[in-house]
């Protein structure tokens, strides 16, 4: 709480657009130095120079967004008798393989009707079940294994239809279904990545990578996915973020770090429970990075921004 409330505070002062901090406007440090000097030295730490503190709010925004999200599997674990949180989205995806998974879903629907926070992390925990098992962060570029699997994310989607209706809406699971058709058609460019005869370094991969963010070669979901492989093959996960800036930019950039989004995988997850987001990613990626769609993006991430003073009241007001 102590550091959340120091990253607030610096994001409102000093926060550019794209999610990085004005130099300038760093003078904050001076502005409360007395209070920053009762820190505890490794807080204190994390906010002693612009990039430090950039990074900082990042990390303060991923804890607050993993804190709800355990608030919410432990409201739903109570319903589903998992002894610990950690084991929701284990029993969630247990579901699909039992005897009756229609039935089994539709009664934990019913249950969490009056418990909102129990049915958003019922939700929560398909979207994890379906993220960990079919699609994972794209270091095929590194590994040439197909970890984004795609195939059998298709074929899971439409296996289960019945009980993903149960707790997802028709546009909801409609947009899935698009999601899973997208990336079977992008996988090639994914994985196809082995040269006979040769290593399959990181470099091996990245041409054929690079190709893929090629304009018109596929959808923004592709383009993301190619982009962040490419930067993770050649400088690991921030190079995965930095792939998804060529894509869409800082703008954007930013506020993933906002909604306490680490890698592309977060943003897919979100889309599954998110149609307009969803719709946005199965377009055209833009021209160039920080215009159009990205800055379409960039808007409905800050709507999700863990710093957003009104997220609640912009909630109800799409609800309505």
Request: hydrophobic content about 40%; charged content about 25%; aromatic content about 4%.
């Amino acid at each position: 709480m102590l550091a959340d409330t120091v990253a607030a505070s610096l994001r409102h002062f000093a926060m550019l657009a794209d999610g990085t901090l004005d130099p300038i406007r760093f003078g904050w440090r001076q502005k409360y130095s007395d209070a920053l000097r009762a820190l505890p030295e490794d807080m204190a730490a994390q906010f002693e120079n612009a990039a430090n503190a950039t990074e900082a709010i990042g990390h303060v925004a991923h804890i607050r967004q993993e804190a709800l999200s355990a608030y919410q599997k432990v409201a739903i674990s109570k319903l589903i008798e998992a002894r610990h949180p950690d084991d929701v989205v284990k029993i969630v995806g247990e579901i699909f393989s039992g005897k009756n998974p229609v039935g089994t879903m539709r009664e934990l629907v019913l249950e969490t009707k009056n418990d909102p926070a129990a049915r958003e992390g019922l939700r929560k925990a398909v979207a994890d079940f379906i993220t960990s098992r079919f699609i994972s962060n794209t270091e095929a570029a590194t590994s040439g294994q197909n970890l984004v699997k795609a195939d059998a994310f298709q074929t899971f989607v439409k296996t289960h239809q019945g009980a993903l209706r149960q707790v997802l809406s028709a546009t909801e699971y409609n947009l899935l279904k698009a999601i899973a058709a997208d990336l079977r058609r992008s996988n090639r460019s994914l994985t196809a990545v082995r040269i006979p005869g040769q290593s399959n370094t990181a470099q091996d991969a990245l041409p054929e990578l690079r190709r893929s963010l090629e304009p018109g070669t596929g959808s923004l979901l592709l383009q993301l996915l190619a982009g962040a492989a490419s930067g993770y093959g050649a400088a690991g996960v921030k190079g995965g973020l930095a792939g998804i800036a060529t894509v869409l930019g800082k703008n954007v950039l930013g506020r993933m770090r906002e909604a306490g989004m680490t890698k592309v995988d977060d943003l897919i997850r979100q889309a599954m429970l998110d149609p307009e987001l969803a719709r946005m990613l199965l377009g055209k990626a833009p021209a160039k990075p920080d215009t159009g769609s990205a800055m379409t993006i960039a808007h409905r991430l800050r709507r999700l921004s863990v710093y957003a003073p009104t997220q609640g009241v912009q909630r109800e007001e799409e609800k309505r």
